[in-house]
């Protein structure tokens, strides 16, 4: 979602945010602005409604410098974009803001604000924070005390960072709900709403928790906590690398991180399994607790996470675990009945998916076992507030559309799965087995990957549809849910997904000659049920776009079929996966619309 950059150096900072800023161009955006602190003591400020180099190009324009600034990319929430909605947001030339988040009182603090004199020139929820602030400055010049005082009056998340023209020493940070970084430099400082921001300046961060505001200056850095005490955060060094976001050869960002699945499928097995045995001390001390008393489990995610949790609960059951999945956004709204000994456990990409951490918050009041978090970032709030967390190692996503992601939390919630088992009954020669299969893996996602091209002329066939349908039953029914996702994400197709067996309770309603029908074909106990569903398309016009496994005999007419070799049961889910996320690669492509970052989404979902 949103991004924030903010500096304050003995250097010229503008190209420090412009940079941080086209970092953060994955999580998704509408319009971009900048604020510095020049010379003369003015603050000056640029916004442009579009992508980052349309404000670049409107900065060239001009001879902005200062070594004090803030910036921020926004995803419209309160008001359209536009660039009197875009950040910061000023009051007259007193003060700047920027923020990530939703401020649930702002029509309240509006209403005040505006009988007290101030003009509002948005409809963000934003611009309340920045007069609230105007208005303690005239009680409390300094900056640090009026930023307590005006975030003691917001309710809802919120990541700030202010700066006046009146202080070239000091940027004023907190956080409610919103993630919030500092990088530490030499005599230089920085802070962004992620740790891939800064990683061209610094890879030394301090991770500001709930409640915290902080006092940036060059040379120092002060924290209070929400009780307004001065508390020590700890500087943590990044082991990612500043150059992990370039494209290389592929002409987009989502098409690099497709083919980077074998290598990041491997990444997140090494060390967890070896000569046929599941590592499972790999896992971290405080698991064995987690797991050895764990008798049902609570899979709490989102969008493409909640996929993955929904494909879980099939190997877990088929080990005689109970699980129940869930959408994060609908379970923090009900009443839950927990029972004895079951693990929560979310799944998230970012680890700063708001649904999710609220989900967790009230987990912990509702009698869990125990939290444990699937996740990609190990320094994100999810993995900081659960008790254990099995990081997926796909390194950073830039594509707003989840693939890789998607895949190693598959893979680790696949060695989740395995060690839960083997605490009810599998025996070591099923473990061993799965163990090899998953072995495997990374190389049969390679042979998957080999299919580009014949994906490339299937997707043709979707050039002028406006809707698909995707089927699959047993744990591809979730896999034709990410694959429908893929596609209406990407290419702005009208995709759904539905078990192979519910088509005649409603959705053969809608096919016909229109109608492109995609399916996974596995060599498993239901392909004969799949393949008589099938039959119902076919008898009504339906065009079939099939992907299946090479011993499946298909008696079918007017159908396009690619097949896959040598696929394990257990891990078949992961590998179908690949081919339709190449599809909704190619059929974007050939629509013309914006792979890496399709219109209204965001990469991390950061508010309600």
Same mark, same amino acid.
Request: glycine share 8%; charged share 25%; net charge negative.
């Given at each position: 979602m949103?991004?924030?950059v903010?500096?304050?150096a003995? /250097?010229?900072v503008?190209?420090?945010?412009?940079?941080g800023?086209?970092?953060?161009?994955?999580?998704?955006?509408?319009?971009?602005g900048?604020a510095?602190?020049?010379?003369s003591?003015h603050l000056q400020?640029?916004?442009?409604?579009?992508k980052v180099?349309?404000?670049q190009?409107?900065?060239?324009?001009?001879?902005?410098? $200062?070594d004090?600034?803030i910036?921020?990319?926004?995803w419209a929430?309160? $008001?359209m974009?536009?660039?009197?909605?875009?950040h910061?947001?000023?009051?007259?030339e007193q003060v700047?803001?920027?923020?990530?988040?939703?401020i649930?009182?702002h029509?309240?603090?509006?209403e005040?604000l505006?009988?007290?004199?101030?003009?509002?020139?948005?409809?963000?929820?934003?611009e309340?924070?920045?007069?609230?602030l105007?208005?303690?400055?005239k009680?409390t010049p300094?900056?640090?005390q009026?930023?307590?005082?005006t975030?003691?009056?917001?309710v809802?998340?919120?990541?700030l960072?202010v700066?006046t023209?009146d202080?070239?020493?000091r940027?004023v940070?907190?956080?409610v709900?919103?993630p919030?970084v500092v990088g530490v430099?030499?005599k230089?400082?920085f802070?962004a709403?992620d740790?891939?921001?800064?990683?061209?300046?610094?890879?030394?961060?301090?991770?500001l928790?709930?409640?915290?505001?902080?006092?940036?200056?060059?040379?120092r850095?002060r924290?209070f906590?929400e009780?307004g005490e001065?508390?020590?955060?700890?500087?943590?060094a990044?082991?990612l690398a500043?150059t992990?976001a370039?494209?290389?050869?592929y002409?987009?960002?989502?098409?690099?991180e497709i083919?980077?699945?074998? !290598?990041v499928i491997a #990444?997140?097995?090494?060390?967890?399994?070896h000569?046929?045995?599941?590592?499972?001390?790999s896992f971290?001390h405080e698991?064995?607790?987690l797991?050895?008393e764990t008798?049902?489990v609570?899979?709490?995610?989102?969008?493409t996470?909640?996929h993955?949790?929904?494909v879980c609960?099939?190997w877990l059951e088929?080990?005689g675990i109970?699980?129940s999945?869930?959408v994060a !956004?609908?379970?923090r709204?009900?009443?839950?009945?927990?029972l @004895?000994?079951?693990?929560f456990?979310?799944i998230?990409?970012?680890?700063?998916t708001?649904?999710s951490l609220?989900a967790?918050?009230k987990a912990?009041e509702a009698?869990?076992l125990?939290?444990?978090?699937v996740c990609?970032?190990?320094?994100s !709030?999810?993995v900081?507030?659960s008790d254990v967390?099995?990081m997926?190692?796909?390194?950073p996503e830039i594509g707003?559309?989840?693939?890789?992601?998607f895949?190693?939390?598959l893979v680790?919630l696949r060695?989740l799965?395995?060690a839960?088992?083997?605490?009810?009954?599998?025996t070591?020669?099923?473990?061993?087995r799965y *163990?090899? #299969?998953?072995?495997a893996?990374?190389?049969?996602v390679?042979?998957?990957?080999?299919? !580009?091209?014949?994906? /490339?002329?299937m997707?043709?066939a979707?050039?002028?549809k406006?809707?698909a349908?995707?089927?699959?039953?047993?744990?591809?029914y979730?896999?034709a849910?990410?694959?429908?996702?893929?596609?209406k994400?990407?290419?702005?197709i009208h995709a759904e997904a539905?078990?192979?067996?519910?088509?005649?309770?409603?959705?053969?309603a809608l096919v016909?000659a229109e109608?492109?029908?995609?399916?996974?074909l596995p060599?498993d @106990?239901l392909?004969e049920k799949?393949?008589s569903n099938?039959?119902? *398309?076919r008898?009504?016009?339906g065009e079939?776009?099939?992907?299946?496994?090479?011993?499946v005999?298909?008696?079918l007419?007017?159908?396009q079929n690619l097949?896959?070799d040598?696929?394990?049961?257990?891990?078949?889910?992961?590998?179908?996966?690949?081919p339709l996320q190449?599809?909704?690669y190619h059929?974007?492509v050939?629509r013309?619309?914006?792979?890496?970052?399709?219109?209204n989404?965001a990469?991390?979902v950061?508010?309600?």
């Open positions: 949103c991004g924030i903010g500096a304050i003995q /250097r010229e503008m190209p420090i945010l412009m940079e800023l086209r970092r953060l161009e994955y999580r998704g955006y509408d319009s971009a900048i510095i602190r020049d010379a003591a400020r640029i916004r442009s409604v579009g180099a349309s404000l190009e409107l900065l060239d324009k001009t001879e902005i410098s $200062g004090l600034g910036a921020h990319t926004r929430t309160h $008001g974009p536009a660039e009197r909605n875009a910061p947001h000023m009051s007259g700047a803001v920027v923020h990530n988040g939703i649930e009182n029509r309240e603090l509006r005040q505006t009988a007290a004199g101030y003009r509002f020139s948005s409809e963000t929820d934003t309340v924070i920045v007069h609230l105007a208005s303690e400055l009680n300094d900056l640090l009026a930023v307590r005082a975030t003691a009056r917001l809802g998340a919120y990541a960072a700066v023209p202080d070239p020493d940027l940070v907190a956080r709900g919103s919030l430099g030499d230089e400082n802070i709403s740790v891939f921001a800064l990683l061209p300046v610094t890879q030394r961060f301090m991770f928790e709930e409640g915290d505001v902080a006092e940036i200056r060059r040379d850095i924290v906590d009780q001065q508390v020590e955060r700890p500087v943590r990044s082991q500043a992990t370039d494209k290389g050869p002409n987009h960002y989502m098409l690099k083919h980077e699945q074998p !290598s #990444e997140t097995l090494e060390g967890r399994i000569r046929g045995r599941l590592l499972e001390e971290g698991a064995k607790r797991l050895d008798r049902a609570h899979i709490i995610a989102c969008g996470s909640y993955a949790g929904l609960r099939y088929e080990s109970p699980c999945v869930e !956004s609908e379970y709204y009900r009443k839950v009945v927990v @004895p000994g079951t693990l456990i979310t998230s990409q970012s680890g700063e708001a649904d609220a967790l918050r912990r009698g869990y125990g939290s444990l978090t990609n970032v190990p320094e !709030s999810l900081r507030e967390a099995l997926t190692r796909a390194g707003v559309a989840s693939t890789k992601a895949t190693t939390q680790a060695l799965t395995l839960l088992a083997r605490r009810n009954g599998q070591p020669e099923q473990q061993k *163990v090899d #299969e998953l072995h893996l990374p190389r049969q390679e042979v998957a990957l080999e299919m !580009s091209d014949d994906i /490339r002329a997707a043709q979707f050039g002028e406006q809707h349908l995707f089927l699959g039953r047993g744990p591809f979730p896999i849910l990410e694959g429908a996702l893929k596609l994400e990407i290419s702005y539905y078990p192979a067996g519910e088509l005649k309770h409603g959705p053969l016909d109608m492109p029908v995609v399916c996974a060599d @106990p392909l799949v393949l099938l039959q119902e *398309v008898a009504r016009e079939l776009f099939l992907f299946s496994d090479k011993n005999k298909i008696d007419d007017n159908y097949t896959l040598d696929i394990y049961p257990s891990t078949a889910p992961i590998v179908y996966t690949i190449l599809l909704a059929v974007a050939l013309g619309t914006d792979v890496d970052q399709p219109r989404l990469k991390s950061t508010v309600e």
